[in-house]
């Protein structure tokens, strides 16, 4: 992100607010000297999917914040219910036998949207936690049954479920995995990711799926079924790289859960509300019937933090045969009463506005218009479905060879995009976008030449260094 500039037009409150932020704000994925030396992009105010920063540019965002605000920023509708229930009960205790409405409702809804007998829901305050919750939950239900041994977790790389320890050890994205940091290793294993774009060679889509699945099937069997207790999945991988499975592939491994009494996590935290232009993606895109859902982002667009574990009937029916036994895992926050209100107005407004109609229409357009961008030299791939897609940037098409880390291409490309007046992810080498679900296809007309000219413009300064033929 910038820092100021000379000439800026900051009054002298907006520079120290900037400077404020650069000397005490340590952010989600913070890296110090970056931050020491160029602070922050503050963002002042957000409508729909524009933001504008403190200086009074204004940005399309392409982000959606981070994956999140889908009914777009700044409604009245959800300030009044957020105000209206702050104003009636700001907090409830969420503990043991006390409840409050909003929350009561609000576990209903979910559990109509949820598909098969995913009934019960378990508040969170976000995605990692409620990925973490899931784990909780997991380890209680084999025990209740008889099955302690099974303690094993399957994973995948490039997979990612948050920044809690236990999810932290979950995620498979090798540049999240800091040498600093310990992690869960005796009982977590990673699979291979299913990214297509880097299969073996010669290997068409059919292989590489069958290939997954006998890796996958080969581990259960190394370990044990009767060890195996979860397997966590994001139907599509997203801040790994948005990577699409291959076809078939999230319905096989489903088929291998069942098959050795494994418990099927879905982790929809990005993909639930709408995104894909579903409530949850499990069943009604890939024919998967998960035992647990987890989800947030979407849930409440961002207006306020809230995640949520909803689980099958099949586990809470071993767990209550027991009158002496605890779920002893909760939060301070689980089911605020605001929070769940926030929920449940964005629930609404998605009903209301036919938002998931926009996404299929204005997705499919979208995703046409990003596959323009693959005759620029560095374009090697636009992966992803409707409103959660991905360009990768690489050095050799032929090859598929990425450029070398201290390229930092993705952040190159980001950075010309903000100067373009939108705002996409870098990710090493890539960059992804995941828009606000109200984006219109006049967004996207404004969208894409910028990142287009944001991407000629970074091979132009890759010329300038060698990186690229002259």
């Known amino acids: 992100m910038a820092s100021p500039t000379p000439g800026s037009t900051r009054q002298s409150s907006d520079k120290e607010i900037w400077e404020q932020d650069r000397r005490h704000h340590v952010h989600p994925f913070h890296n110090f000297a970056s931050y020491d030396k160029h602070g922050s992009l503050i963002i002042d105010e957000g409508r729909g999917a524009y933001l504008k920063d403190i200086d009074g540019k204004e940005y399309f965002d392409a982000v959606g914040g981070m994956w999140c605000t889908n009914i777009g920023l700044g409604r009245q509708e959800m300030a009044d219910a957020i105000a209206e229930q702050v104003t009636k009960l700001a907090y409830a205790n969420p503990f043991s036998d006390m409840s409050n409405e909003p929350a009561a409702r609000l576990s209903a809804k979910l559990a109509e949207l949820a598909p098969g007998d ?18 909780r939950l997991i380890q209680m239900y084999q025990s209740a049954r008889g099955k302690k041994q099974k303690k094993h977790i399957l994973s995948r790389h490039d997979a990612y479920h948050g920044t809690t320890y236990f999810a932290a050890s979950l995620s ?24 297509f774009y880097r299969a073996p060679e010669g290997m068409d889509e059919a292989r590489f799926c069958d290939h997954l699945v006998d890796e ?11 060890n195996v207790a979860a397997f966590y999945a994001e139907p599509i991988l997203g801040s790994g790289g948005v990577i699409v499975p291959p076809e078939n592939y999230n319905r096989r491994t489903w088929e291998l859960c069942q098959k050795y009494d494994i418990i ?25 019937q ?22 099958s009937d099949k586990i809470y ?5 027991d009158a002496d036994r605890w779920f002893t895992g909760g939060y301070t926050y689980s089911g605020h009463p605001v929070c769940c209100t926030a929920a449940l107005t964005n629930i609404e407004i998605m009903e209301r506005e036919n938002i998931f109609e926009n996404v299929r229409t204005v997705g499919a357009y979208f995703e046409e218009q ?7 030299p560095i374009v090697g791939d636009i992966r992803g479905r409707l409103f959660m897609m991905c360009v990768v940037n690489v050095m050799n098409k032929e090859t598929a060879e990425f450029f070398p880390p201290e390229v930092n291409i993705g952040k190159r490309i980001s950075n010309h995009a903000e100067s373009q007046g939108v705002i996409v992810r870098p990710a090493a ?24 000219k944001a991407i000629e413009l970074t091979m132009d300064d890759l010329r300038a260094e060698g990186y690229l033929p002259a």
């Open 118 to 135: 995913l009934n019960h829901v378990f508040f969170t305050c976000g995605g990692s936690t409620a990925n973490d919750g899931a784990f």
């Open 172 to 195: 498979g994205k090798a540049g999240d995995r800091m040498p600093d940091f310990s992690y869960i290793e005796d009982i977590i294993h990673h699979l291979s990711s299913p990214n």
């Open 216 to 226: 996958m099937e080969q581990k259960i069997l190394e370990l044990g079924a009767e």
């Open 264 to 288: 099927y996590v879905a982790d929809e935290v990005v993909t639930g509300f709408g995104r894909l232009g579903h409530w949850f993606v499990s069943k009604d895109m890939f024919d998967v």
């Open 290 to 311: 998960p035992d647990i859902i987890c989800c947030a982002k979407g849930l409440t667009s961002a207006y306020l933090p809230l995640g949520a574990m909803i689980f």
């Open 317 to 321: 029916n071993v767990l209550g045969n």
């Open 370 to 376: 990003l596959r323009t961008l693959l005759d620029l």
């Open 429 to 452: 080498d890539l960059n992804i976008m995941s828009p606000a679900l109200t984006m219109t296809k006049k967004d996207v007309d404004f969208l894409v030449p910028r990142l287009r």
